[in-house]
């Protein structure tokens, strides 16, 4: 009765990103490696995350997406945006087939983000 809304909490999403511990995403990881590799071309049921940060968005070959992803608008996979995807990515591209909930703790996302530029170098 009469509460207000509660206000979002707003995120310095550069400085956790900048923070982003590797080794702490590597452990987070381990949920993402059911369905996706780091190794180049090894596509499971989700295609390879090898090099993916900043690579344009649905371009592994032979990797059949959905359609969700084209249709954010945004062309390429900078941290930021997967930053925005990895917390919930039926949100972020709805209808996406990646049926994950999400990564819910920014330092959890910054992390496997971390982790998988380190993997690509």
């Known amino acids: 009765e009469g509460a207000e809304p509660a206000e979002e909490e707003t995120i310095d999403v550069a400085a956790v990103l900048a923070s982003g ?3 702490r995403g590597a452990q987070v990881f381990r949920k993402c490696s059911a369905c996706h590799k780091v190794e180049p071309g090894a596509n499971g049921v989700g295609p390879h995350l090898y090099g993916v940060v900043g690579r344009e ?4 070959d032979d ?5 969700a ?4 608008g945004a062309e390429v996979w900078t941290p ?6 990895l917390e919930n990515p039926g ?4 209808g996406t087939s990646m049926g994950f909930a999400g990564l819910n703790k920014p330092e959890d996302r910054a992390g496997v983000i971390a982790y998988l530029e380190q993997e690509a170098e």
């Open 21 to 23: 511990d590797a080794s």
């Open 57 to 60: 968005i649905g371009a592994v």
């Open 63 to 67: 990797y059949s997406y959905s359609g």
């Open 69 to 72: 992803l084209s249709e954010q």
């Open 80 to 85: 930021e945006t997967l930053f925005a995807f």
């Open 91 to 94: 949100e972020w591209a709805p």
